[in-house]
T-cell receptor, first 112, second 117 residues
C-alpha cells in the first residue's frame, strides 16, 4: 500500500522529554509537511521541506525540529522547549503544481 | 495575507437532508481551493479541489462545491446526507508557493458535521 505512514499513533511522554514522531512516504513526493492540530484551531504549519537536506520553518516552528536526510522520511522532534506539546500531529506530502496534500493518519502526543 | 473563514463551527442535519458548508477566503489572485474531510482520530482526505475553469467542481462521495469569485466563497454541498458523512470538514487555500512544487496551505478552523439518523 502506498501513502504517508506516521508512527506511533499514540504517544505519552513526561514533561521535559524530547519525542520524535516518524513520517515515511512511498509516493515519491518532493515536498513534505508537518502540521499541528488542536481542537477548534484547524491545522497550523510547523515545518516543511521541499528537497532532501533542506527545510523551512512554518508558522509555529518554535520548540520543534526536523530533518530530511532522505526523500522518504521527514521526522519531527518535539523538544522540551515546546510549551504546550499535547496535540494531534499530521504529516503530509505534496507533489506537482497543484498544492494538493496527502495526509498520514496522524500521531496523538500527550505530555503528562 | 491569505485567510480562510468557515463561519459554522458545528452543523447538525438529518440523514437524507441536503447540506451546505460555507467557506469564505481572502486572496488577491485566483485562488487554489480545497475541501478536506477528517474522520475522528484520522488524517485528512481530499474531497475536491478548484484550480481554474468550471466553477462547479465535483468531488468524491457525492460532494460538490461552487467557486464564486464575487462572493469570495467556495461552499461545499451535498444533496442528500448519509450517516457516514458525519466528520469534520476543512476548507483550504494555497497561501504561498515556495518553489520546487512546494505549496503552503492555509486551513479554515473546520466545521463539524453531525448527522441524525
Amino acid at each position: 500500500d502506498g501513502g504517508i505512514t506516521q508512527s506511533p499513533k499514540y504517544l505519552f511522554r513526561k514533561e521535559g522529554q524530547n519525542v520524535t514522531l516518524s513520517c515515511e512516504q512511498n509516493l515519491n513526493h518532493d515536498a513534505m509537511y508537518w502540521y499541528r492540530q488542536d481542537p477548534g484551531q484547524g491545522l497550523r504549519l510547523i515545518y516543511y521541506s521541499q528537497i532532501v537536506n533542506d527545510f523551512q520553518k512554518g508558522d509555529i516552528a518554535e520548540g520543534y525540529s526536523v530533518s530530511r536526510e532522505k526523500k522518504e522520511s521527514f521526522p519531527l522532534t518535539v523538544t522540551s522547549a515546546q510549551k504546550n506539546p499535547t496535540a494531534f500531529y499530521l504529516c503530509a506530502g505534496g507533489k506537482g503544481n497543484t498544492g494538493e496534500l496527502f495526509f498520514g493518519e496522524g500521531s496523538r502526543l500527550t505530555v503528562l | 495575507a491569505q485567510s480562510v473563514t468557515q463561519p459554522d463551527i458545528h452543523i447538525t442535519v438529518s440523514e437524507g437532508a441536503s447540506l451546505e458548508l460555507r467557506c469564505n477566503y481572502s486572496y488577491g489572485a485566483t485562488p487554489y481551493l480545497f475541501w478536506y474531510v477528517q474522520s475522528p482520530g484520522q488524517g485528512l482526505q481530499l474531497l475536491l479541489k478548484y484550480f481554474s475553469g468550471d466553477t462547479l467542481v465535483q468531488g468524491i462521495k457525492g460532494f460538490e462545491a461552487e467557486f464564486k469569485r464575487s462572493q469570495s466563497s467556495f461552499n461545499l454541498r451535498k444533496p442528500s446526507v448519509h450517516w457516514s458523512d458525519a466528520a469534520e470538514y476543512f476548507c483550504a487555500v494555497v497561501k504561498r508557493y515556495s518553489g520546487a512544487g512546494s505549496y503552503q496551505l492555509t486551513f479554515g478552523k473546520g466545521t463539524k458535521l453531525s448527522v441524525i439518523p
